[in-house]
């Protein structure tokens, strides 16, 4: 959304005027306040246990799709749990994904050996970023700046949940389960370690959000209607208008802006 508004002129005006494009409305909130997700995986080599990754085959596929039984049903991330980086919060900040194979790099690599990964992921997000033309050209890519960690503490959570992790992984039925650490290769890994294993394998949880934030303030784009400020008969409807990340996944609330979108459009007639 943030790219097609200002491409139609509807964004940071003196921006829009060095790429040559008309301004139909200064506003300077449209691609700014990038807010999203991030996650880094631990992985950890599984014994007397199977792996999802073996399950894939033509007959399992056919049974998932036409059956809707098997194990190729499974939605990977099978179990989960939110929880407080520090006593201190209000509302759990973490959350974690669990999955029955070794899960990294958006899942395009195959395992290798029998594994479990869980997800640390960050959902009470302080650090921002941002969306930028490059070209008036609709065919160029715009500049895409998530800003992951630029809060230093958004990383201190994330050490924290790795710690937590650890903590869960060595105790109770799951630790007899562990073989071997695979990422990071450690059991109690330091925070060097910690820290290289996120830039090798942190990544987005694909909930960007909030460059078209919703607000009557300074720098929000649309209003409570869903309204883009400045322009007649125009409205956001998706999960850019959220001004700030919720500590969860972006799905049902997206759904949820949508129709309540339906609902502002009908009765508007």
Excluded at 16 to 38: E, K, M, T, W, Y
Excluded at 74 to 89: H, P, Q, T, Y
Aim: charged share 20%; hydrophobic share 40%.
């Amino acid at each position: 959304s943030p790219q097609m508004l200002m491409l139609s002129g509807i964004g940071p005006g003196a921006r829009l005027r060095s790429l040559g494009i008309d301004v139909v409305a200064d506003s300077s909130g449209v691609g700014q306040n990038l807010q999203d997700h991030p996650v880094s995986g631990a992985l950890y080599y599984t014994k007397d246990t199977s792996d999802l990754a073996e399950f894939l085959s033509l007959g399992n596929m056919v049974k998932a799709q036409k059956a809707g039984r098997g194990p190729l049903t499974s939605n990977v991330a099978e179990s989960g749990a939110f929880f407080k980086s520090r006593d201190d919060l209000d509302v759990p900040d973490m959350q974690l994904h669990v999955a029955p194979s070794g899960f990294y790099d958006n899942g395009l690599h195959e395992p290798v050996r029998r594994a479990i990964t869980v997800a640390n992921t960050l959902v009470r997000v302080e650090s921002k970023g941002h969306i930028k033309l490059r070209s008036a050209d609709p065919t160029w890519h715009p500049e895409i700046e998530p800003g992951y960690f630029d809060d230093g503490a958004d990383l201190d959570a994330m050490l924290a949940g790795f710690a937590t992790i650890g903590e869960v992984i060595s105790q109770g039925p799951l630790a007899k389960h562990i073989d071997e650490p695979w990422e990071p290769a450690s059991m109690k890994p330091t925070t060097d370690e910690i820290l290289a294993s996120i830039a090798r394998l942190g990544q987005t949880l694909y909930h960007p959000v909030a460059t078209c934030a919703m607000g009557t303030i300074e720098g929000s784009v649309v209003g409570p209607d869903l309204k883009v400020h400045g322009v007649e008969g125009l409205r956001v409807a998706d999960a850019s208008v959220m001004p700030r990340v919720p500590r969860g996944n972006t799905n049902a609330p997206t759904i949820m802006v949508g129709e309540k979108a339906a609902d502002l459009i009908k009765e508007s007639r």
